[in-house]
């Protein structure tokens, strides 16, 4: 991808979009296909699909010291690596220096970065879920947070066209908490995971195990630039095949094969500039993250897709005399309601049996068990609402089994170099409920280089959140024994909001401006050129994986967009 | 960067010998250190029908490891484990644990590491602690467990993460192209190169 940083000040774009991420990646092809001039705004620098993956075909012995941190390099990732995978040397470079991106916690809140051109759309998890319409109207119908202005209807053709362009492999279940999608082939299970599986099929009426979907090509499938997935389980280090979805790998190219895309690396962008005799936003300052040079860019449109805290903080900080508190944050609502998953809760067990059956391939997925809770009278809970599904999977043991042991000699080597026993894992990530008191504020008295305000997180769980843990600690043990595993021991890790990855909810969408941060196509209640469509617009968190619902809303949003534009409805 | 290699004659000399392990030079343990590690090594994964834990240069592997990633407090658990250790062997065999055999420190090393699971449970759970909660009776035999324990992960990191081990011993396959859950194992043989 060419890196252009001749955005012009004097020039009046169609559209900005801030953050090249996965909504911002999105954002950019949509407008750009749509034939709109658009500048994209990267705070980082760029990362070129494949040639900048330096760990890409890097095995554990061609890094220094096995693939580990020095005390030096861990002292600068300190709250990354409270994930305990991120900052390993195959992927550190992808997640940001805690030290020169300072934030800090009146509450603890792990919260990993990654500020380069792609964003976390290079190391996501990949797994794609829909979001079914018992999420769309949960708040509604258990009151807490406020309604979504939207339904499953309005995003499921948007679900469509997402899914068919990234490539997402999964099987199809028939369930309505959580909608079939455009899939290519599914990956197959392991013997074990197909134990598991017969046994809810079985014996648990409301449950079934399937395989991930995961947005990585299977079959025969390819997509523009791209190869199907190569099983190396390598995604985090960037796939020179192409075989996940990236910006990089994907919706940058696509947006940049128009002709239409200025990028331009390196840009902090800070403030969106209001008039208020227009009733709109006019641009968006800027500052040269290097030279640390001021500029303000003009466009027609500007979407917000910078990820969920900064998108916020930004828009906190463009305050005007109409907006005294923040752009758009009429209702007070701008900055509450954060969300996250909370997870790091299961069992594991051993499975007794199969020892003369193995794997070919290192797949880079797992099982999923959809929610099974509170989906209807027959699953009502008393003690919590919402609920949880479990992600997981089943392998062979490897040489690191004997590490907490005394055992040594030549059997000890012998043995070690044989796969161990089969081991199978669950852990359950279930839905955050949108609590007003759990917020981010900006703190004036702590700046970071470029002279902006730091954010201040105040999160945590609740009694809910609490509740519906034992209950997730509690069902993968009973799942697990029904199935015959041996030695099931459940767990509880303890899970800090953030250590999801799937920040939410600080401008949410919703049916009333009083109450709400956003409308039903995330454009700003009050300042209508202005549209939100990363996981800050989020209303209720549900319990699936989020990423696949950012692209969808923000393909509908840069939809809607383009035609007011075209219409002349705005300006 | 690549782990350095060695030419196979030091190879074998380093698999074959039992007085002078210092054939190389190391960044950071001093000669009796060097020559400690290297025989506990060897006898912790020793060559046979397959690579031992000398071929693929494990010693050197925790020599940079103990320089370079080690924490200023894990630098200091394994200079006071190694040092106590060598007093032991001392007190033992009545001579300085830098003149000592591959057969007296596989015997040596044995007599901590051959416990019942219950005394082992023991050690690992006092290993928990910190050198200041430990009665001041046990704290030689404290670090000589933090010393061995150190010496014995390490070493199955180094050998099983070495790159003759990963391509030539496990099952190497750097690009499968595919997934199949659930093959004989016998058409595969050995635990797959993570």
């Given amino acids: 991808m060419a890196t252009s940083n001749s955005a012009d000040p004097a020039t009046l774009y169609d559209a900005i979009v801030i953050g090249t991420g996965i909504s911002g990646g999105w954002a950019a092809k949509e407008l750009c296909e749509q034939g709109l001039k658009t500048l994209v705004l990267e705070r980082g620098p760029m990362v070129k699909h494949i040639e900048d993956y330096p760990t890409a075909t890097k095995q554990r012995w061609d890094l220094e010291f096995g693939g580990r941190n020095t005390p030096a390099e861990a002292a600068r990732q300190h709250k990354q690596a409270r994930t305990g995978y991120v900052t390993s040397p195959f992927s550190k470079h992808w997640f940001v220096d805690d030290i020169k991106h300072p934030y800090s916690e009146t509450k603890r809140f792990d919260w990993i970065r990654g500020y380069h051109v792609g964003g976390r759309s290079l190391t996501w998890g990949r797994q794609s879920y829909r979001w079914g319409d018992v999420d769309f109207t949960a708040n509604k119908n258990d009151g807490h947070g406020v309604d979504w202005p939207i339904r499953y209807e309005d995003i499921a053709p948007w679900y469509d066209k997402v899914e068919e362009y990234i490539g997402v492999s999964g099987e199809k279940l028939g369930l309505p908490q959580l909608p079939d999608g455009k899939f290519c082939p599914p990956m197959e299970l392991n013997c074990v995971e197909r134990e598991l599986q017969k046994t809810l099929a079985d014996d648990f009426a409301d449950r079934v195990l399937t395989i991930g979907r995961v947005a990585n090509i299977t079959g025969e499938n390819t997509r523009p630039g791209r190869s199907p997935c190569q099983f190396r389980n390598k995604c985090m280090a960037g796939c020179p095949f192409g075989g996940y979805f990236s910006s990089n790998s994907s919706t940058l190219p696509a947006a940049e094969r128009t002709g239409n895309m200025t990028l331009r690396i390196n840009s902090v962008a800070h403030q969106i500039v209001y008039d208020e005799s227009k009733g709109i936003a006019t641009g968006v300052k800027v500052i040269d993250a290097q030279t640390k040079e001021n500029f303000t860019y003009r466009a027609r449109i500007i979407f917000c897709c910078a990820s969920t805290m900064p998108t916020t903080s930004i828009l906190m900080q463009s305050k005007s005399e109409r907006f005294p508190n923040g752009l758009g944050n009429d209702s007070g609502e701008l900055g509450h309601n954060v969300m996250d998953h909370h997870f790091r809760t299961g069992a594991a067990g051993i499975f007794d049996g199969h020892n003369d059956k193995y794997y070919r391939g290192r797949r880079p997925n797992g099982i999923y068990i959809p929610r099974f809770r509170n989906l209807n009278d027959e699953t009502r809970q008393n003690n919590f609402v919402r609920g949880y599904g479990y992600q997981g999977g089943a392998s062979r043991t490897n040489w690191t089994r004997a590490i907490r042991e005394m055992s040594f000699g030549e059997q000890l080597k012998e043995e070690l170099l044989k796969p161990g026993p089969w081991r199978m894992g669950l852990t359950a990530f279930g839905e955050l409920l949108p609590y007003h008191a759990n917020k981010i504020t900006l703190d004036y008295d702590k700046l970071d280089e470029w002279g902006l305000p730091i954010i201040d997180f105040d999160v945590e769980y609740k009694e809910n959140e609490l509740e519906m843990r034992k209950d997730m600690q509690a069902q993968a043990i009973v799942m697990l024994s029904a199935a015959g595993f041996k030695d099931v021991r459940g767990y509880d890790q303890g899970s800090y909001p953030g250590l999801g990855i799937h920040e939410m909810g600080t401008a949410r969408m919703g049916r009333d401006p009083k109450t709400s941060v956003l409308n039903a196509h995330n454009q700003s209640h009050a300042v209508p050129n202005v549209y939100v469509t990363d996981g800050s617009c989020m209303t209720s968190a549900a319990c699936q994986n989020p990423s696949l619902t950012y692209m969808a809303i923000t393909a509908r949003a840069a939809d809607h967009a383009a035609k007011r534009l075209a219409q002349g409805e705005i300006s | ?194």
């Fill in chain 2, 1 to 194: 960067m690549a782990e350095p290699r060695a030419p196979p004659v030091l190879l074998s000399l380093l698999a074959s010998s039992t007085a002078n392990a210092a054939t190389w030079k190391a960044e950071s343990f001093s000669t009796e250190v060097q020559h400690v590690v290297t025989h506990l090594v060897d006898v912790i994964l020793p060559a046979s029908a397959t690579p031992g834990a000398l071929d693929v240069n494990v010693p050197q592997f925790i020599d940079k490891l103990y320089g370079n990633i080690f924490s200023t407090a894990e630098q200091q658990y394994f200079s006071a484990g190694a040092t106590a250790f060598a007093n032991r062997f001392k007190q033992v065999f009545q001579q300085p644990a830098s003149d000592g055999t591959r057969d007296q420190f596989a015997q040596l090393l044995g007599g901590y590491f051959n416990l019942s699971t219950q005394g082992q449970d023991r050690i690992f759970e006092q290993q928990n602690n910190d050198l200041a909660e430990i009665d001041p009776e046990e704290r030689d035999v404290y670090l000589i467990y933090k010393f061995l324990l150190a010496v014995r992960q390490n070493t199955l990191r180094g050998y099983f993460n070495s790159e003759k081990v990963g391509k030539e011993v496990l099952n190497y396959d750097p690009v499968p192209g595919r997934y199949d859950g659930c093959v004989p194992l016998a058409d595969i043989g050995n635990a797959w190169t993570l």
